[in-house]
């Protein structure tokens, strides 16, 4: 599977962004799907994971819980991190990641997905 990321730039506080996540010549829902973020001089995070699994379930952090959205659009193969109250502690650059549908997401393995190149998230007024 390969995976193409977009969507970054450059927004205000309190400004919103979509990032995207196509999936390349494999079907969306074959993956368990997670959105990833790395601040500079920062651990890499998982801000949300969409499994489905057990009927599906998606998981945000605590730390953009109620602002961040994750979608997919199983007929165009991509998913979407749809970020709204954006702060500037959001900055970073931000990695779609995907292993197959039958991990959940409490099994994703980083070292087993496949990644996304990153796209940058700059929140600054």
């Known amino acids: 599977v390969q995976l193409q990321a977009s969507g970054g730039g450059l927004v205000q506080p309190g400004g919103s962004l979509r990032l995207s996540c196509a999936v390349l010549?494999?079907?969306?829902?074959?993956?368990?799907i997670a959105w990833f973020r790395q601040a500079p001089g920062k651990e890499r995070e998982r801000v949300s994971c969409?499994?489905?699994?057990?009927?599906?379930?998606?998981y945000y952090s605590n730390s953009v819980k109620g602002r961040f959205t994750l979608s997919r659009d199983s007929a165009q193969h991509t998913a979407y991190l749809q970020m709204n109250g954006l702060k500037p502690e959001d900055t970073a650059v931000y990695y779609c990641?995907?292993?197959?549908?039958?991990?959940?997401?409490?099994?994703?393995?980083?070292?087993?997905?496949?990644w996304g190149r990153g796209t940058l998230v700059t929140v600054s007024s």
């Open positions: 010549k494999f079907v969306l829902d074959d993956y368990t």
């Open positions: 990641a995907a292993i197959p549908r039958y991990y959940h997401c409490s099994e994703f393995s980083e070292d087993k997905a496949t």
């Open positions: 969409s499994t489905l699994v057990a009927g599906g379930e998606t």
